[in-house]
């Protein structure tokens, strides 16, 4: 209990620097401009999924896939669902159908709220994934802040965190409610209320830290690359994708405690 206590206090004060970090140095946009773009993504899932369910044909969603707004694991589960309701036939299909005019109408037209900013350091999804042979380490940090690194040495230290962006850039996660008009938050409607997590992956480059052999300061600021379009990919809505997801990362390191 009194571990919860402190992790909550932490995640109070750490929270607001994450979330400073994430959009004014790494992201480099607004947040109203994140989450109006978060409203028109998870409008397009949505009236991808819909066409999918009226098609019975999870090909729709090959489209997202492919175009990177959705990784494999969340199009595999969307696709099952979307072969679950054909399988139950016609009735099935008309209720899922209801059920996503109820989610689309939210998306596009309810309020999105910045419930949580996570960044991980260190790494990327695709890059990530492609290493998942190797052994990787993680350090969390109160509920906020993740440190990757597969030699899972001073994970905790400052220095080594800078390096690590430096080196691996890092992944902004972020975790956007959608709520109705009017809702003030005591529905509990089906479908009402909506939950999507979005990743942005950051390259080294467009980062404020690069290597200076030549300084006193190993590690110095400097002025990011150009401004670039950050791929932002939907990984999980409503918890239907739950380990590809926020679960997807400790699905390949062993969590280090503090030493």
Not at 17 to 45: K, V
Not at 183 to 199: L, N, P, T
Request: proline share 4%; hydrophobic share 40%.
């Amino acid at each position: 209990m009194l571990r919860s206590a402190v992790r909550a206090v932490g995640d109070l004060m750490i929270h607001p620097m994450i979330s400073q970090f994430a959009f004014e140095e790494a992201l480099r946009m607004p947040r109203h401009e994140f989450l109006r773009g978060a409203s028109a993504a998870a409008t397009a899932i949505v009236d991808t999924l819909d066409e999918a369910v009226r098609a019975g044909d999870v090909q729709p969603l090959r489209a997202l896939e492919s175009e990177r707004l959705v990784p494999p694991l969340l199009c595999e589960a969307l696709g099952a669902e979307v072969l679950r309701a054909k399988r139950a036939g016609d009735h099935a299909v008309a209720a899922q159908l209801e059920l996503l005019a109820s989610q689309r109408k939210t998306c596009a037209e309810g309020t999105p709220t910045l419930e949580s900013v996570r960044l991980l350091v260190g790494a990327q999804r695709a890059s990530f994934a492609e290493r998942a042979e190797e052994r990787w380490y993680s350090l969390s940090i109160g509920s906020h802040l993740v440190i990757l690194d597969p030699k899972g040495e001073n994970l905790w230290k400052q220095s080594h965190q800078q390096r690590l962006l430096a080196e691996g850039g890092c992944t902004v996660q972020c975790t956007v409610n959608f709520a109705p008009v009017g809702d003030s938050g005591g529905s509990e409607r089906e479908g009402a209320r909506q939950q999507y997590v979005f990743e942005a992956p950051v390259e080294a480059e467009h980062l404020h830290y690069q290597r200076n052999d030549e300084s006193d300061r190993e590690w110095e600021a400097r002025t990011p690359s150009e401004e670039a379009a950050h791929s932002v990919m939907v990984v999980d809505l409503n918890s239907i994708s739950p380990s590809g997801g926020v679960a997807f990362w400790r699905n390949y390191t062993e969590e280090l405690g503090w030493k």
